[in-house]
T-cell receptor, first 115, second 112 residues
Framework: DTGVSQDPRHKITKRGQNVTFRCDPI?????LYWYRQTLGQGPEFLTY????????KSRLLSDRFSAERPKGSFSTLEIQRTEQGDSAMYLC?????????????FGNGTRLTVT | KQEVTQIPAALSVPEGENLVLNCSFT??????LQWFRQDPGKGLTSLLL?????REQTSGRLNASLDKSSGRSTLYIAASQPGDSATYLC???????????FGTGTRLQVTL
């Protein structure tokens, strides 16, 4: 169990550029979640995958955001035409599934700064 | 819409003190409640998960209680240590079982 891995740890980009983040969940965890956290706030849910199927998306996930999990293993989160308001920590989590009582395991996040 | 509130927002205590962190939620129809720890610039570490049918969970110096009907949970930390300094977040899974709704956290500092 190597934990949830996120790459990169930090990303600085100029407004209008596209960025892509990667998340590698714990092996054999079939649920994968993306959250966004701004300074001084708790994480906010963005989207959720069960294996390769994206089952839920928050209203926070505008059409500039897209997430994929093509083979049910790693996931990518892409933000197109970044805005300064996108600056935040993007957290990925995974769980083994098997019901609502499986705890989520979080990665260390990708901190995005849009200048 | 579920809302989760944590009080106090920040807390400073001397080493060795016992302390209680509070969490309240507006919709009592939850499946479970989870307490996390977050160190600066890091991700979240799960501390305790209480199922809706349970009243409390214990792990080492940590004890979490849940009163689902009143929409409240507490995290009790015994004999606090400087290494306990971090932000503590509570989160609930409610009607939509797939996602956690988080509070804004309590920032704890344990001083020598």
């Amino acid at each position: 169990d190597t934990g949830v891995s996120q790459d990169p740890r930090h990303k600085i980009t100029k407004r209008g550029q596209n960025v892509t983040f990667r998340c590698d969940p714990i092996s054999e965890h079939n649920r994968l979640y993306w959250y966004r956290q701004t300074l001084g706030q708790g994480p906010e849910f963005l989207t959720y995958f069960q294996n390769e199927a994206q089952l839920e998306k928050s209203r926070l996930l505008s059409d500039r955001f897209s997430a994929e999990r093509p083979k049910g293993s790693f996931s990518t989160l892409e933000i197109q035409r970044t805005e300064q308001g996108d600056s935040a920590m993007y957290l990925c989590a995974s769980s083994p599934g098997g019901g609502v009582h499986s705890p989520l395991h979080f990665g260390n996040g990708t901190r995005l700064t849009v200048t | 819409k579920q809302e989760v509130t944590q009080i106090p927002a920040a807390l400073s205590v001397p080493e060795g003190e016992n302390l209680v962190l509070n969490c309240s939620f507006t919709d009592s129809a939850i499946y479970n409640l989870q307490w996390f720890r977050q160190d600066p610039g890091k991700g979240l570490t799960s501390l305790l998960l209480i199922q809706s049918s349970q009243r409390e969970q214990t792990s080492g110096r940590l004890n979490a209680s849940l009163d689902k009907s009143s929409g409240r949970s507490t995290l009790y930390i015994a004999a606090s240590q400087p290494g306990d300094s971090a932000t503590y977040l509570c989160a609930v899974i409610g009607g939509t079982a797939s996602k956690l709704t988080f509070g804004t956290g309590t920032r704890l500092q344990v001083t020598l």
